[in-house]
């Protein structure tokens, strides 16, 4: 079964600055996805940005991106220029690239605070 | 147009209660999912239905009874409401693909249910 963890519970950034939200995963399959949804006040969840495993390019989307490491089964999001709106749970996720298979296994959740 | 509706969005009972909640797509997908967040904003899959029959059923007590009366619903019928099923319920739904092809899930806006 696949597992995902994330160590860092809570983490603060100052407005403007970057921030590295922590993911780590286990898995013995060698195709699959990653996902980092937000989860602001509102509970609703929302995709912020995937990676497939094959691809060795890291994903970016506007000031989101991540840094993959398959071999260690790391996937960070680091978010650049923290804006207030970005305040929320950020969830790591796994999804099997198998047909029939395409559950999300979330980590725990990491609270993002934004200092102004 | 919401893509992915629950109803209601907010439910407390009396624990023994039976409760339903409902879920609908108009995306056109044909999987639907339930997904359970207890009060520590932990997430983790229950079901997923893919035209109707049920093919994710993780480990959840049979008191839980997902019905799929077509592509478009997926409802979560619970029986004799217990303390521990407090938490938010979420809906997802995607289309499945074949093997190693993305599809987005979408998730609906969750369900917190309070059980007294």
């Known amino acids: 079964a696949q597992t995902v963890t994330q160590s860092q519970p809570e983490m603060s950034v100052q407005e403007a600055e970057t921030v590295t939200l922590s993911c780590t995963y286990d898995?013995?399959?060698?195709?699959?996805?990653l996902f980092w949804y937000k989860q602001p006040p509102s509970r609703q969840m929302i995709l912020v940005i995937r990676?497939?495993?094959?691809?060795?390019q890291n994903a970016t989307e506007n000031r989101f991106s991540v840094n993959f490491q398959k071999a260690a089964k790391s996937f960070s999001l680091k978010i650049s220029d923290s804006q207030l709106g970005d305040a929320a749970m950020y969830f790591c996720?796994?999804?099997?690239?198998?047909?029939?298979?395409?559950?999300?296994?979330f980590g725990t959740g990491t609270r993002l605070t934004i200092i102004p | 147009d919401t893509a992915v509706s629950q109803t209601p969005k907010y439910l407390v009972t009396q624990m023994g209660n039976d409760k339903s909640i409902k879920c609908e797509q108009n995306?056109?997908?044909?999987?639907m999912y339930w997904y359970k967040q207890d009060s520590k904003k932990f997430l983790k899959i229950m079901f997923s239905?893919?035209?109707?029959?049920?093919?994710i059923n993780e480990t959840v007590p049979n008191r839980f009874s997902p019905k799929s009366p077509d592509k478009a619903h997926l409802n979560l019928h619970i029986n004799s409401l217990e303390l521990g099923d407090s938490a938010v319920y979420f809906c997802?739904?995607?289309?499945?693909?074949?093997?190693?092809?993305?599809?987005?899930?979408?998730f609906g806006p969750g369900t917190r249910l309070t059980v007294l």
């Open positions: 990676q497939e495993a094959y691809k060795q």
């Open positions: 898995t013995s399959e060698s195709d699959y996805y």
């Open positions: 997802a739904s995607s289309r499945m693909g074949i093997s190693g092809s993305y599809n987005e899930q979408f």
């Open positions: 995306l056109g997908h044909d999987t």
């Open positions: 996720a796994y999804r099997s690239a198998n047909f029939g298979n395409e559950k999300l296994t």
């Open positions: 239905y893919n035209n109707k029959e049920l093919i």
